[in-house]
Nanobody
Framework: QVQLVESGGGLVQPGGSLRLSCTASGFTLSEYSMNWYRQAPEKEREWIAGIGATGDVAPYPDSVKGRFTISRDVAKNTVYLQMNDLRPEDTAVYYC?????WGQGTRVTVSS
């Protein structure tokens, strides 16, 4: 069955970097688009990055443009989210998504 497992979250100081990973099983990344979302406390879930089945990357929203980069390794069946220049407002639970399937999320806290 489809399974998405995120990892790589943690506590980081403002201006720091983290790389999140989403390891997929039950399907092949090269056949599906994948997305990253995040949900901050008391806020709605926000789409922040997407990569198509052919590897094309969707335009990023202004909130992360120039700081976040989505990529994938088809051989490892893993999608990544490189996050640079992190800000306190990036604090959220980050989720990997494929269609109706969601991972359990990984928490990112940006604080000094």
């Amino acid at each position: 069955q489809v399974q998405l497992v995120e990892s790589g979250g943690g506590l980081v100081q403002p201006g720091g970097s983290l790389r999140l990973s989403c390891t997929a099983s039950g399907f092949t990344l090269s056949e599906y688009s994948m997305n990253w979302y995040r949900q901050a406390p008391e806020k709605e879930r926000e789409w922040i990055a997407g990569i198509g089945a052919t590897g094309d990357v969707a335009p990023y929203p202004d909130s992360v443009k120039g700081r976040f980069t989505i990529s994938r390794d088809v051989a490892k069946n893993t999608v990544y989210l490189q996050m640079n220049d992190l800000r306190p407002e990036d604090t959220a639970v980050y989720y990997c998504n494929r269609n109706v399937f969601w991972g359990q999320g990984t928490r990112v806290t940006v604080s000094s």
